[in-house]
């Protein structure tokens, strides 16, 4: 049994986050604590041992979600009407992992909801905001990645994956407030369509931004 001790920084709090991982034989054991004593939860249980469970049932997974683990997965709570209420669960992943999971993400979700009884699962990549007004010397510049407008752009593309996003519009209302159309390929209907309105209402939960989104054919300007 050996014991690979990582350190991560969360966009969301100032703790340090370590992973000890057990390897024992082929089935990999992934144990979270914290600085500040939390232990992983039982739905962070669940999420990692359908992990293991979708890993060692096929080559392809077994493959690709080889170094992959879970910072942590987050409860957000929709409704669907007027009295339908359901949980949606937002996992996050490593960002230096995050390419990996999409590549199999279009298989990897459907088989993780059917794991966790039929609960709609999101995955994104875990990213900080840098305030630009912090820093260690006058000449430190934040990156472009770290502001708060890429980091919430980042965000929705996470949401929407597989699908594309072709287009983004801002529309005012008379009484000043705004939201977001986002216009998906309409090539991608079949992939997301199901969980458009859980996406809208997590998004809302994470940067209280109103979006709305529509599938649109692409415009094509030259002929193929």
Request: aromatic share 8%.
């Amino acid at each position: 049994c050996a014991k690979l001790t990582v350190f991560f920084f969360f966009n969301d709090t100032a703790t340090t986050e370590i992973y000890t991982e057990q390897i024992v034989g082929s089935v990999r054991c992934v144990q979270e604590t914290a600085i500040k004593g939390r232990e992983a939860t039982q739905i962070e249980n669940e999420v990692g041992k359908a992990l293991r469970e979708i890993e060692n049932a096929s080559a392809e997974f077994r493959d690709g979600l080889k170094n992959v683990v879970v910072n942590r997965v987050r409860e957000v709570e929709i409704t669907r009407g007027d009295k339908d209420r359901k949980k949606c669960l937002l996992v996050y992943v490593p960002f230096p992992v995050l390419n990996n999971v999409q590549n199999l993400q279009r298989k990897l979700q459907p088989e993780l909801e059917k794991k966790l009884k039929n609960q709609t699962v999101l995955i994104v990549g875990s990213r900080r905001i840098m305030s630009k007004w912090i820093k260690a010397n006058r000449s430190q510049k934040r990156p472009r990645s770290r502001t708060l407008t890429s980091v919430y752009d980042a965000l929705l593309d996470d949401l929407i994956h597989p699908a594309s996003v072709i287009g983004r519009r801002i529309r005012y209302r008379t009484d000043g407030s705004s939201f977001q159309k986002i216009y998906v390929d309409a090539n991608d209907r079949d992939l997301i369509e199901h969980r458009v309105e859980a996406i809208q209402q997590v998004y809302k939960a994470l940067t209280t931004r109103n979006i709305v989104i529509e599938f649109k054919a692409e415009t094509l300007f030259h002929k193929a």
